[in-house]
């Protein structure tokens, strides 16, 4: 079995993210597999252990991957320098709930027992860290706000953790009802982040 390169094995990791990109937003975890993975980069089967414990392994980079490429679409559109913490929070929910709703691999991880997948490879420690990125993320935006008392609250990781427990309404369009879920969206994240903020200290119109 030869060996890779430093430079070998970040091109082939690439085209893994690429290969996993692709595949998984088509098929899934559970209906994509190594050998699909492994054709799509041009290795042998066996030479994927090199890179990944497993497929799941493989996804979780993806996700990484497309998280980042999605902080930095935020930052291009200007979404960190706003002043307003309730147009702030509206620009964010609406952001992450449309791409939930229309990408394909972001809503794979979140249906189906593709979440469960994962977690089977995560340990609590893991499932922890992750969700404290999330909290973290949400507090480089919302943490000036909450310092200097523009928005409810005490504390800084509840108020976080609620921000990030509102996108999960996109898993329920089916139980709101599809013809109505739109409206009921547009509600909830309106009225999420109005009752947010301290009386006086938005500028976002009622």
């Known amino acids: 079995m030869r060996g890779f390169s430093d430079d070998?094995?970040?091109?082939?990791?690439?085209?893994?993210?690429?290969a996993g990109r692709k595949l998984f937003s088509q098929y899934g975890i559970g209906k994509t597999t190594i050998a699909d993975l492994t054709g799509e980069v041009g290795i042998g089967?066996?030479?994927?252990y090199q890179f990944y414990d497993s497929k799941e392994e493989l996804y979780l980079a993806v996700l990484e991957d497309e998280g980042e490429d999605i902080a930095e679409r935020m930052a291009?559109?200007?979404?960190?320098?706003?002043?307003?913490?309730r147009e702030t929070v509206e620009q964010f929910l609406r952001f992450v709930m449309d791409e939930i709703e229309t990408n394909p691999l972001t809503r794979q991880l979140l249906v189906g027992d593709n979440i469960d997948r994962i977690r089977d490879q995560q340990s609590p420690a893991d499932r922890r860290e992750e969700r404290q990125q999330d909290i973290d993320f949400v507090l480089s935006f919302l943490g000036p706000f909450i310092e200097d008392g523009r928005v409810f609250g005490q504390d800084p990781e509840i108020i976080a953790s609620a921000v990030v427990s509102i996108p999960y309404l996109t898993l329920h369009q089916e139980d709101i009802g599809t013809e109505r879920y739109p409206e009921v969206r547009d509600y909830v994240i309106e009225s999420f982040a109005r009752g947010m903020v301290r009386e006086g200290h938005s500028a976002a119109n009622d």
Do not use: N, V, Y
Request: aromatic share 16%; proline share 4%; hydrophobic share 30%.
């Open 8 to 18: 070998e094995r970040e091109r082939i990791r690439t085209r893994f993210i690429e």
């Open 45 to 48: 089967t066996s030479t994927f």
């Open 76 to 85: 291009a559109e200007g979404f960190f320098e706003l002043d307003d913490p």
